[in-house]
């Protein structure tokens, strides 16, 4: 059965959010609140946190994951990144935009794009899951709470821990965060392409 921790939208309580991170680095997978969606999260190297995201989704190869950074400090050891696309992301975060982008050597094989080489980043501007990537001290690896067959993520905590009790070890719940996942922006090419629309306004890279 998944733990519940109900903190605060703000000012989440410390000691809930270490707990939280210690069992992050324990190899638990967790469902967590972010400023577009929920959003299911693992350690960077947990291959097993990797292949439950992927059998929760009904995930195929080509999917790609999100590697949710607390800062560019984190961002630019994952991708490489011109002058220019760092200008172009740089004003855009922190906020609900993920990037896709040509991924460094520091990012495992298994999250790659199987052709492309590439993996998307972002850096939320939510004060939970800033105060989780601090307390873990690196990317967590993510993906969209959008389960197969439905058109919108859970927005609500209980919800999650209700029906994905069994598939999950923690749901961290703030309240609403909202039913629009990420606008997804592709950068791997050199020129932006909106790969989705969604919570971020994608009139800025067009």
């Known amino acids: 059965m998944a733990k519940y921790f109900d903190v605060?939208?703000?000012n989440p309580q410390r000691r809930t959010i270490t707990g939280v991170a210690d069992m992050?680095?324990?190899?638990?997978?967790?469902?967590?609140?972010t400023d577009s969606c929920f959003a299911l999260g693992c350690q960077l190297g947990n291959r097993e946190?990797?292949?439950?995201?992927?059998s929760i989704r009904s995930l195929g190869d080509k999917h790609h994951f999100t590697l949710v950074c607390q800062n560019f400090a984190q961002l630019g050891q994952l991708v490489r990144i011109d002058n220019a696309v760092f200008r172009a992301v740089k004003a855009a975060t922190p906020g609900p935009y993920t990037f896709i982008l040509p991924?460094?050597?520091?990012?495992?094989?298994?999250?790659?794009?199987?052709k492309k080489k590439t993996v998307g980043v972002r850096i939320p501007e939510h004060a939970v899951a800033q105060a989780?990537?601090?307390?873990l001290g690196e990317p967590l690896l993510s993906s969209t709470?959008?389960?197969?067959?439905?058109?919108?993520?859970?927005?609500?905590?209980?919800?999650?821990k209700e029906r994905l009790d069994h598939s999950?070890?923690?749901?961290?719940?703030?309240?609403?965060?909202?039913?629009?996942?990420?606008?997804v922006v592709d950068f791997s090419g050199g020129a932006a392409e909106i790969v989705r629309r969604g919570a971020?306004?994608?009139?800025r890279f067009e």
């Open 8 to 10: 605060h939208p703000d």
């Open 24 to 33: 992050i680095r324990g190899g638990a997978l967790v469902a967590y609140p």
């Open 49 to 54: 946190g990797l292949e439950r995201i992927r």
């Open 103 to 114: 991924a460094t050597s520091e990012v495992p094989r298994q999250l790659l794009h199987p």
């Open 132 to 135: 989780l990537l601090a307390e």
């Open 145 to 160: 709470l959008l389960l197969p067959g439905e058109e919108e993520p859970m927005t609500q905590g209980w919800e999650i």
């Open 168 to 183: 999950l070890d923690a749901v961290v719940d703030s309240g609403d965060c909202g039913t629009l996942p990420t606008t």
């Open 200 to 203: 971020g306004d994608p009139d």
